[in-house]
């Protein structure tokens, strides 16, 4: 059975920090990593995708996987209100994990 | 913009009923996913299709049929509906060149109630 593993949290940063999500896989044959922001009540909506070890940077988002040690994780520079929401990570497109609820508070 | 639309927002249903689900995209996107979202599992797999007429089970199938007649349009049947399948329903799709890689598109949901 393919795992995603992510705290659940919630991780409270104050606003203007980085806030830092990780997520491991059990699968060592995964070949590709999403992120997914979905705030309440409402669907995930892709942030970040990740195929390549080494880091990924979007403007304030850069995601990070290594894949010797089976972790993919986010950064968020620059932490705002408006980013408290759930973040899931994926394997494959196929496998969620929980997600982790992160709060920035100002 | 890729747009996935879903039947309904909220829906609710008595046990025993035979409920569908309607999903529909606007991007001529081959692959189409049916997730349930329940508070501490996460979203799980719970059928996909990756062209017309052809579907794979997923992680949860069990209690649940699709339908792909058409591209576009992919359905999840509860064949008799009942309360632990309470639940939101969330339809994804993907275009179909390297579907393991490609970004999935969410439909806004359906949160079925089932009394």
């Known amino acids: 059975q393919k795992e995603v593993e992510q705290n659940s949290g919630p991780l409270s940063v104050p606003e203007g920090a980085i806030a830092s999500l990780n997520c491991t896989y059990s699968?060592?044959?995964?070949?590709?990593f999403f992120w997914y922001r979905q705030y309440s009540g409402k669907s995930p909506e892709l942030i970040m995708f990740i195929y390549s070890n080494g880091d990924k940077e979007d403007g304030r988002f850069t995601a990070q996987l290594n894949k010797a040690s089976q972790y993919v994780s986010l950064l968020i520079r620059d932490s705002q209100p408006s980013d408290s929401a759930t973040y899931l990570c994926a394997v494959d497109k196929l496998i969620f994990g929980t997600g982790t609820r992160l709060q920035v508070f100002p | 913009d890729v747009k996935v639309t879903q039947s309904s927002r909220y829906l609710v249903k008595r046990t025993g009923e035979k409920v569908f689900l309607e999903c529909v995209q606007d991007m001529d996107h081959e692959n189409m996913f049916w997730y349930r979202q329940d508070p501490g599992l996460g979203l799980r797999l719970i059928y996909f299709?990756?062209?017309?007429?052809?579907?794979e089970k997923g992680d949860i199938p069990e209690g649940y049929s699709v339908s792909r007649e058409k591209k576009e349009r992919f359905s999840l049947i509860l064949e008799s509906a009942s309360t632990n399948q309470t639940s939101m329903y969330l339809c994804a799709s993907s275009a179909g060149t390297g579907w393991f890689t490609d970004t999935q598109y969410f439909g806004p949901g359906t949160r079925l109630t089932v009394l």
């Open positions: 299709s990756y062209d017309v007429k052809m579907k």
């Open positions: 699968d060592r044959g995964s070949q590709s």
